[in-house]
Nanobody
Framework: QVQLVESGGGSVQAGGSLRLSCTAS????????MAWFRQAPGKEREGVAS????????YYTDSVKGRFTISQDKNPLTIHLQMDSLKLEDTAMYYC?????????????????WGQGTQVTVSS
């Protein structure tokens, strides 16, 4: 069993930045997939960004490309999501997920482990 703990959410004005972190309770093998998803009120959960552990290959949903950066910390148990140029529409609960190897990173059904989420609120 792997527990994931997110941190770093908060409130920020549009155009600002936040850095989210997700730490796993135990080692996750290389080539495994970790990702950030988000869910806004009344909307379905959507994949934001993913990273293959070890290789650091990353993927992003179109709406965050060029603004968000997902990375794996030197501590291999931790990943980050650097969010810059935040927009009102980025407001959501952000969740960290972990899965084995998969080529369908944005399908939430492949993720076996989830964190409790951290709220990001962007205001004008």
């Amino acid at each position: 069993q792997v527990q994931l703990v997110e941190s770093g959410g908060g409130s920020v004005q549009a155009g600002g930045s936040l850095r989210l972190s997700c730490t796993a309770s135990r080692y996750i093998p290389n080539s495994s997939l970790m990702a950030w998803f988000r869910q806004a009120p009344g909307k379905e959960r959507e994949g934001v960004a993913s990273i293959y552990l070890g290789s650091h290959l990353t993927y992003y949903t179109d709406s965050v490309k060029g603004r968000f950066t997902i990375s794996q910390d030197k501590n291999p148990l931790t990943i980050h999501l650097q969010m810059d140029s935040l927009k009102l529409e980025d407001t959501a609960m952000y969740y960290c997920g972990a899965a084995g190897y998969s080529t369908t990173w944005s399908d939430e059904r492949i993720y076996r482990y989830w964190g409790q989420g951290t709220q990001v609120t962007v205001s004008s």
